[in-house]
């Protein structure tokens, strides 16, 4: 989604779950929604119009509308005005509501259109304030395999041909389950990366030299999920015999998505290794640090620990020679 959000796409997406119903007779209008806060426009129908946030999709619940009620039919009219001295995307009415005439009238005659939904005010604003921050998340596409190993979402990453689909299909035949392969579109909620495959090639996979399959036809529905959040990258690079790579572990690294920084590991792929198995092992591992288990850091610990205590007894009994 990009940074502009038409009334008629919303409509489209959410009538169903919000049981939407029209008040105006379309869903055309001047206005995009842009962004994913919603304004309740009580002070603007009083008149104080300075924190007046006409940008947003405007709701109008049980409180306005008695404020309106309490109005002579003029000063009513002057109120519902006020709304449309600014452009609005849509105005959304809650709790099933009826509405004055002059707000549909003024609604037909500015192109704003005009929505009703039964829910209560409170729960919906909540419910809609979730999928307008899920349309307006920052997004971005990479290119490998997302695979939810023991509960763990790991991003296989790397270039092409090293075997980033073949590790994730050994994995679903273990009993693990794809999210995406290739393509994996990545949107951030908060501090969380949330990863899936793109619609058309959800639960495809290419095998080179087999070619084109769908792992819930071969594997059964089990073999797979529609996103996963994204916990560890796994950077697959070929094996250099010269290269320092890491083999305690006691260093973490980490990769920059959309501003979030994902634990990340690199390891080396050669022949016969099996990739799988640590794949598992990775993701077992990052649990554990999850709990505050950190093997390496442990070992380490012990490791001082363990010189130390030599060192102790070895000035114990340096000068012990009874």
């Not at 890491?246 to 690199?266: A, C, K, P, S, T």
Request: with cysteine.
């Amino acid at each position: 989604m990009g940074n502009e959000y038409s009334t008629e796409e919303f409509y489209k997406e959410t009538y169903e779950e919000f049981d939407f119903d029209i008040l105006t007779t379309g869903l055309t209008s001047k206005v995009p929604i842009t962004v994913p806060d919603i304004h309740r426009p009580a002070f603007a129908l009083t008149g104080f119009m300075e924190n007046y946030l006409y940008q947003r999709i405007q709701i109008i619940g049980e409180t306005e509308l008695l404020y309106l009620r309490s109005l002579s039919p003029k000063q009513q009219k002057e109120a519902i005005q006020r709304l449309f001295t600014k452009p609005l995307p849509c105005i959304i009415i809650t709790k099933g509501l009826e509405v004055p005439n002059d707000l549909i009238s003024l609604a037909e005659e500015h192109a704003v259109p005009v929505i009703r939904t039964p829910l209560s005010t409170t729960p919906f604003i909540h419910s809609l304030t979730g999928h307008l921050e899920t349309v307006f998340a920052p997004r971005a596409t990479t290119h490998g395999s997302l695979v939810d190993v023991y509960g763990v979402g790991l991003l296989f990453m790397g270039k092409s041909g090293i075997g980033k689909s073949e590790i994730a299909l050994d994995l679903v035949e273990r009993g693990h389950r794809l999210v995406a392969d290739d393509v994996v579109e990545i949107t951030r909620h908060g501090d969380v990366l949330i990863g899936r495959g793109q619609e058309h090639l959800r639960h495809f996979m290419e095998i080179r030299g087999l070619g084109i399959i769908n792992v819930m036809d071969v594997f059964g529905i089990r073999a797979g999920r529609i996103q996963k959040r994204i916990e560890v990258v796994v950077q697959l690079e070929v094996w250099d015999p010269k290269r320092d790579w890491d083999r305690l572990g006691l260093d973490e690294h980490y990769m920059e998505i959309l501003g979030v920084n994902v634990r990340q590991l690199i390891i080396p792929v050669y022949p016969g290794k099996n990739i799988t198995v640590i794949s598992e092992a990775i993701a077992l591992n990052h649990m554990l640090k999850v709990y505050g288990i950190d093997a390496a850091k442990r070992l380490d610990k012990q490791l001082v620990d363990m010189m130390e205590s030599d060192k102790k007894t070895r000035r114990y009994l340096k000068y012990d020679t009874e």
